[in-house]
C-alpha cells in the first residue's frame, strides 16, 4: 500500500473532525470555489472532484444536510494513464440556488465571497479551500511551504487580503503568485505555517509538523556551527602560516632586537600558538603576557610585519 503523503494525512485529520453543523457551509463554499465545476446542458449539473474518499463523503453529506439534496457519487481516473481514483459528488438539485447561497455563482457571473470571508464564517472557508486545492510540503523532505491553489485572481486577492489582517501570535504572512493559469497563496515560514495549521484545526499534524522542523532546525543549526568553526579554524590556519612567514624572514635578514615588548611578544605567542586566531592571540598577551591589546592591535602588529617582510623579500 502507498504511503500517504503529510499533505494527505493533514487533509484526513481535517475530514474526520469537522462535524459541527455551522461548519458546513462555508466548508462547502470553498471546497466548490476551487474544485467544483457547474456543468451546462439539457440537464444542469455542479460536480465537485476530490482523490480522497472520505473528503467526497464529507461533501456528500454536508450537501445532503444544509441543502436537502440528494447527491450521488460518480467515480473515474484523474487522467486515462493514472491508477489513481477520483471520487465525484453531483449534485442536480436546485443548482444555481446552492451556487448563490455559497457565494460561487449568480446566474452564471462570479460572484465575491463578502459573508464567507467574516471571521464566523473565514477558518471554514479556507479548510474548505485547503481541501479542495491546497498542499502542504513534508517538513522532513523538502522546504517547507503550503499553497492554496485558485483558478480566479479576485478569490485569490480576497483570500490573501483576510489572511494578511492575522497579527500577533496568528501572524501568517502569505504571499501571492502565478503559476500557469492557475493563483497561488502561498506560506514558507515553518512557524506560521504550524500557525496555520492549528487555525485550520489540524492540531495532531501541526504538532508533528512542529517535531519535525524543531529537530531538523535544530541539526541544520549544529551543521551550520560546526561549518562555520572549521572555516575560522582554517582562516586562523592560514594567517598563522603567514604570520610565521614573515617572522622568518624577518628574523634571516634584520633579527628581532629592534622590535619594542608589544611586538616582540605578538611574535613569541604567534610562535608558541600557529593555529591560533588574532582574537585569541590578543588574550594570551593580556591575560598571559601582561600587554592589554584588542584583536584589531594584533592585526595591526602583524600587518606591519606583513609590509616589512615584502620590503625584504623585494
Not at 163 to 169: I, Q, V
Request: charged share 30%; net charge positive; proline share 2%.
Amino acid at each position: 500500500m502507498e504511503e500517504k503523503t503529510f499533505s494527505r494525512r493533514v487533509k484526513d485529520e481535517l475530514t474526520l473532525l469537522i462535524n459541527d453543523q455551522k461548519a458546513l457551509r462555508p466548508l462547502l463554499s470553498g471546497v466548490v470555489r476551487v474544485s467544483g465545476v457547474l456543468i451546462l446542458g439539457h440537464e444542469k449539473k455542479l460536480k465537485v472532484t476530490t482523490e480522497i474518499s472520505e473528503l467526497a463523503d464529507l461533501i456528500f453529506k454536508a450537501f445532503e444536510t444544509v441543502y436537502k439534496v440528494h447527491p450521488s457519487y460518480q467515480y473515474g481516473n484523474k487522467t486515462h494513464f493514472d491508477k489513481a481514483p477520483t471520487y465525484s459528488v453531483v449534485i442536480r438539485e436546485n443548482v444555481f440556488d446552492i451556487l448563490k447561497d455559497l457565494e460561487c455563482f449568480d446566474d452564471l457571473v462570479r460572484m465575491k465571497p463578502k459573508e464567507m470571508i467574516k471571521s464566523s464564517n473565514f477558518k471554514y472557508f479556507v479548510t474548505g479551500i485547503f481541501l479542495g486545492a491546497g498542499m502542504i510540503s513534508d517538513p522532513q523532505k523538502s522546504q517547507y511551504y503550503v499553497e492554496l491553489s485558485f483558478s480566479d485572481e479576485e478569490d485569490a486577492k480576497s483570500v490573501l487580503h483576510k489572511l494578511l489582517t492575522f497579527k500577533g501570535g496568528k501572524k501568517m504572512s502569505f504571499k501571492m503568485t502565478t503559476r500557469r493559469d492557475r493563483y497561488i497563496l502561498y506560506l514558507k515560514k515553518g512557524e506560521e505555517i504550524s500557525v496555520f495549521l492549528a487555525y485550520i484545526g489540524a492540531t495532531n499534524m501541526m504538532m508533528e509538523f512542529e517535531d519535525t522542523r524543531l529537530t531538523k532546525d535544530f541539526f541544520n543549526s549544529q551543521n551550520r556551527l560546526i561549518i562555520c568553526d572549521a572555516a575560522n579554524y582554517k582562516k586562523a590556519l592560514e594567517n598563522g602560516e603567514s604570520n610565521l612567514a614573515d617572522i622568518d624572514i624577518i628574523e634571516k635578514r634584520v633579527g628581532l632586537f629592534s622590535f619594542d615588548d608589544k611586538n616582540k611578544l605578538a611574535i613569541q605567542v604567534r610562535k608558541d600558538h600557529p593555529d591560533a586566531s588574532y582574537n585569541e592571540i590578543s588574550k594570551i598577551m593580556t591575560e598571559e603576557g601582561g600587554i592589554p591589546i584588542t584583536k584589531s592591535g594584533v592585526v595591526h602588529i602583524f600587518k606591519k610585519l606583513h609590509e616589512f617582510a615584502e620590503k625584504l623579500r623585494n
